[in-house]
């Protein structure tokens, strides 16, 4: 499993060290980082001043790709400009020579997001990046979490989904639908069955961190389920989502203090995603389709605190490392 942020359950922000030799493409896969992100976080990038090989005001990969970055003395300049953004990146890490580490600890426990890059071992001790979030001022009392899963179709998300909820520590948390109930289907079990005006007074109000309209019918998540699991019930939970969903439920646990985990999941191959969902019975257009929203919304997987790649004949074990992974969230 690839961890993408170093990130504990206090969810207060990351570091992330993109570091490798020379012309191993730290700096492109900053930028690329930076791409990622740039349309829906403020974003701000500096350099040291030093650095003026390729430009004194950009960011320049061997690559040639390029981006406007803050040129400066000091790490401390940031100060001057940190209000300004959500995301920080920074190029060439190593060139500053005070104490990054403690400068960046604090930025990061300021909610920041931050990629830094940095060369070759050679260059010195800017790698030895300790991310230690401190407390925050009202401490999350919930030990609990919400395990959200994304990814592409036919990764095992469905089936990982229901492995877990057999624990009785975590349920499975319940959309709510405008569909009618088919055969053998409850109310608070597969869905919450609402009519459409219902659906859309709360949609108004802003209730669903997350829907999708499907066959004339909405499909939804309320916030409320996710108080009742983690609020009221203390229970982890767990819960599918694409990337808008995950964003807007990171973003309401936030604000809420709950623990979340995000997964984005991946299969050891394409061949292997196809394979899986041609067993599943999905048709030729439909696979095409879902591999275009593969594509698409996994430009976003480094949002996720870890990437998971579900191997062949490995969902019991993938199951396993959610669960470990779940224990080190638990505040005791
Ligand atoms: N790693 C794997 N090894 C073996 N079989 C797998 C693996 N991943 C998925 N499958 C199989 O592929 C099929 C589809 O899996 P599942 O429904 O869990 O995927 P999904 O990610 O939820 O897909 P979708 O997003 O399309 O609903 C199931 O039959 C499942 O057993």
Not at 38 to 56: A, G, I, Q
Not at 137 to 151: D, E, F
Not at 272 to 301: A, D, N, W
Request: with cysteine.
């Amino acid at each position: 499993m690839e961890e993408v942020n170093k990130k504990n359950n206090h969810k207060i922000g990351s570091i992330t060290v993109i570091t490798g030799n020379m012309f191993s493409g730290k700096t492109g896969l900053l930028i690329a980082k930076y791409n990622q992100s740039k349309n829906y976080r403020k974003c701000l990038v500096f350099k040291p001043v030093l650095d003026n090989r390729y430009s004194e005001t950009e960011i320049v990969s061997h690559d040639k790709d390029k981006i406007k970055a803050i040129p400066i003395n000091s790490i401390q300049d940031i100060e001057r400009y940190k209000d300004q953004g959500e995301n920080i990146y920074i190029d060439e890490i190593h060139f500053f020579k005070e104490d990054v580490n403690t400068y960046l600890n604090n930025l990061a426990n300021q909610n920041k997001e931050i990629v830094v890059a940095g060369g070759s071992e050679k260059y010195g001790s800017y790698c030895r990046f300790h991310y230690k979030p401190v407390s925050k001022t009202t401490p999350n009392k919930n030990k609990n979490s919400l395990i959200i899963i994304a990814g592409g179709s036919g990764t095992g998300k469905t089936t990982v989904e229901a492995l877990l909820s057999q624990d009785p520590n975590i349920t499975k948390l319940i959309s709510t639908t405008t569909r009618p109930k088919r055969e053998g289907e409850e109310h608070g079990k597969d869905y919450y069955f609402i009519s459409k005006e219902e659906f859309e007074t709360e949609l108004e109000k802003g209730r669903f961190l997350e829907h999708v309209i499907y066959d004339g019918n909405y499909y939804g998540v309320h916030g409320k389920v996710i108080d009742l699991v983690l609020g009221t019930q203390r229970k982890n939970g767990v819960i599918i989502v694409d990337v808008e969903g995950f964003r807007q439920i990171k973003k309401y646990c936030q604000e809420k203090g709950y623990n979340a985990i995000s997964y984005w999941f991946k299969s050891e191959s394409m061949e292997k995603m196809v394979e899986h969902m041609k067993k599943r019975g999905t048709s030729e257009p439909e696979i095409i389709r879902r591999l275009i929203i593969e594509e698409k919304e996994g430009k976003f997987s480094s949002e996720f605190d870890y990437i998971l790649t579900v191997k062949e004949g490995g969902l019991a074990e993938a199951v396993q490392e959610i669960k470990e992974k779940l224990k080190n969230y638990e505040v005791s």
